[in-house]
């Protein structure tokens, strides 16, 4: 296989000696400081290691999803800004805190990507969420726009765009041009994925350097027919249908 081999680490607490922690594939690093990779932790490991059995029934399937949705989007929210907030304690005491500032908005990539919406509405109580779909034009193979329907405001917006699986990248940035054309700037928007190819995230970073990319794994490669090695198949058919 040309796919280079993938990284394997210890993984445990430290209750045990590390030569005694099973081995599990991380990872692959990225060093680009726009990309951010989950902490490859014992339980995003055990949760992606659910999504990935193909003998993982729809309900499983869609429960473990759901968990690194949501450390996705955590982890997405702290790359935007915030302000200082001092508040009165009911102790009558002062704490020295800080808080969002700025708007956002979602926006899902149609159908996978709305699978992230409701990991989104659970972090940000009425969150305003915008659909955009992309397909393969079956005479040209290029991907073309089909609908979109945004938040009028989006341009005054930090937009996460959601998408769980980030292959080729082809939906992705012409989901980006969509956003920069409608007055979005590139700084402002946040892709988050469940997981990427090192592919996707290159031609990403090179296209698009000050956008930025949370995902919870960067995969080996792509096959023939663009799907993500190992990867977990076809996310939308299985978080919606098998
Ligand atoms: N979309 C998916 O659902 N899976 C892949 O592996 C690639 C794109």
């Given at each position: 296989s040309t796919v280079p081999e993938a990284p394997a680490a210890p993984i445990g607490p430290k209750y045990k000696e590390e030569e005694e922690k099973p081995h599990a594939t991380v990872s692959k690093p990225i060093k680009h400081s726009n990309v951010h990779i989950l902490p490859q932790t014992p339980q995003l490991i055990a949760l992606l290691t659910m999504i990935r059995d193909?003998?993982?029934?729809r309900g499983d399937f869609i429960f473990y999803s759901n968990r690194i949705i949501r450390l996705l989007v955590e982890e997405g929210l702290n790359h935007l800004p915030v302000i200082s907030s001092s508040v009165t304690t009911p102790i009558g005491h002062t704490y020295s805190g800080v808080k969002f500032e700025g708007k956002i908005c979602g926006v899902s990539i149609m159908r996978a990507g709305e699978a992230m919406e409701q990991g989104l509405r659970d972090c940000c109580r009425s969150v305003r969420i915008g659909k955009i779909l992309i397909q393969r034009d079956e005479e040209t193979s290029k991907p073309r726009l089909f609908y979109d329907k945004l938040p009028e405001d989006i341009a005054q917006r930090y937009c996460l765009l959601l998408d769980p699986m980030f292959a080729t990248g082809g939906s992705a940035t012409m989901a980006v041009e969509v956003l920069i054309s409608r007055g979005v700037p590139e700084e402002r928007i946040l892709f988050l994925n469940l997981i990427a190819s090192p592919e996707g995230i290159r031609s990403f970073a090179e296209r698009f350097p000050l956008l930025r990319i949370v995902t919870a794994f960067v995969d080996q490669g792509l096959d023939e027919k663009n799907y993500?090695?190992?990867?977990?198949?076809?996310f939308g058919d299985r978080f919606y249908c098998i």
């Amino acid at each position: 296989s040309t796919v280079p081999e993938a990284p394997a680490a210890p993984i445990g607490p430290k209750y045990k000696e590390e030569e005694e922690k099973p081995h599990a594939t991380v990872s692959k690093p990225i060093k680009h400081s726009n990309v951010h990779i989950l902490p490859q932790t014992p339980q995003l490991i055990a949760l992606l290691t659910m999504i990935r059995d193909k003998s993982t029934v729809r309900g499983d399937f869609i429960f473990y999803s759901n968990r690194i949705i949501r450390l996705l989007v955590e982890e997405g929210l702290n790359h935007l800004p915030v302000i200082s907030s001092s508040v009165t304690t009911p102790i009558g005491h002062t704490y020295s805190g800080v808080k969002f500032e700025g708007k956002i908005c979602g926006v899902s990539i149609m159908r996978a990507g709305e699978a992230m919406e409701q990991g989104l509405r659970d972090c940000c109580r009425s969150v305003r969420i915008g659909k955009i779909l992309i397909q393969r034009d079956e005479e040209t193979s290029k991907p073309r726009l089909f609908y979109d329907k945004l938040p009028e405001d989006i341009a005054q917006r930090y937009c996460l765009l959601l998408d769980p699986m980030f292959a080729t990248g082809g939906s992705a940035t012409m989901a980006v041009e969509v956003l920069i054309s409608r007055g979005v700037p590139e700084e402002r928007i946040l892709f988050l994925n469940l997981i990427a190819s090192p592919e996707g995230i290159r031609s990403f970073a090179e296209r698009f350097p000050l956008l930025r990319i949370v995902t919870a794994f960067v995969d080996q490669g792509l096959d023939e027919k663009n799907y993500i090695i190992p990867g977990l198949g076809d996310f939308g058919d299985r978080f919606y249908c098998i």
